[in-house]
């Protein structure tokens, strides 16, 4: 991608009604925003009927989706039945973003679930090649984004996200800079904390990585155990300037997706700041 675009997670709450994703998608346009992510957190709300009508608005307007995928997703369990549903809401997410147009789809691999970190990589590794390669089967191209995740019991560690897409075809990661501001219970909040995200994406990944981010950033409440709650930014403390300056540094392109209670608000505050710096 040639430079970063702002959207919101989900149809902006200034959408007029009905408040679907086609005039979602006509509203961040009239926002003067350039991105959605399509919310399939709780099921996959876009049928295949759907789906063309979504590329097609989002096409005329100039809009790059991106999807979200479900919460229900662990691929690090041991029960076999869990995993496959895993396995199977992220698949049925992908095919429904690709007939859309979109291009990366963002999850939350799993739990550790008493298993030691080296074990739970293996497992999610595995479960990401049956992935890549199903979606490959069927001729459907999209990067699948396993997420930086906010709490310290969650797999999503910055190095764990950055060996898969080293080690897996289709894999690049998700930088929830929000999360791991807060994995960190609010240590992770300074220029260099965000510079040293993206210079070790650049170094495992290449400068490609770079021109190919998912970024999510919102307020973000914690606790010492990590993530609460999404806050707007005016509520909390983290540094976004810090982080939207870190990627004007390293030239990213990419996606901005703004999580914070008012989506488009955050958005437009992140988009204004960055353009600011040019």
């Known amino acids: 991608m040639e430079k ?3 959207g919101t997670a989900g149809i902006p709450l200034s959408t007029p009604s009905p408040a679907d994703t086609i ?8 926002l003067s925003l ?18 063309p009508l979504v590329k097609e608005t989002a096409k005329k307007n100039g809009i790059t989706l991106t999807a979200h995928g479900s919460y229900y997703v662990n691929l690090n369990s041991d029960e076999r039945p869990k995993y496959h549903a895993s396995v199977s809401r ?61 709490k310290p019991s969650q797999f999503g560690s910055l190095e764990e996200i950055v060996k898969l897409s080293e080690e897996v075809e289709n894999i690049l990661p998700c930088i929830d800079f929000s999360h791991l501001y807060a994995r960190s219970a609010g ?28 970024v999510h950033l919102s307020g973000m409440n914690y606790t010492e155990k990590g993530e609460r709650n999404h806050l707007n930014f005016s509520e909390c403390k983290i540094n976004y300037k810090g982080v939207l ?18 989506i488009e608000g955050d958005a437009l505050i992140s988009k204004r700041y960055f353009e600011g710096l040019r």
Not at 23 to 30: D, P
Not at 245 to 262: D, M, Q, R, T, Y
Request: net charge neutral; aromatic share 8%; proline share 2%.
């Open 4 to 6: 970063l675009l702002f």
């Open 90 to 150: 992220i698949l049925q997410a992908a095919k429904i973003l690709h007939a859309c147009g979109g291009y990366s789809l963002v999850f939350h691999a799993g739990f550790y679930l008493g298993k030691t970190p080296s074990q739970t990589y293996g497992q999610v590794k595995e479960a990401l090649k049956e992935l890549t390669a199903s979606l490959k089967d069927e001729s459907i191209s999209l990067w699948l984004r396993p997420e930086t995740t906010g």
């Open 187 to 214: 240590k992770f909040n300074s220029n260099e904390d965000f510079a040293s995200v993206l210079s070790q994406i650049e170094k495992s990944l290449g400068k490609e990585a770079l021109k190919n981010m998912h």
């Open 34 to 51: 350039s991105a959605m992510e399509l919310e399939f957190v709780q099921n996959v709300n876009i049928s295949r009927e759907k789906a």
């Open 245 to 262: 300056e870190a990627l004007h540094e390293f030239k990213c392109a990419g996606v901005v997706i703004s999580e914070s209670p008012n």
């Open 23 to 30: 005039n979602g998608i006509s509203q961040v346009r009239s």
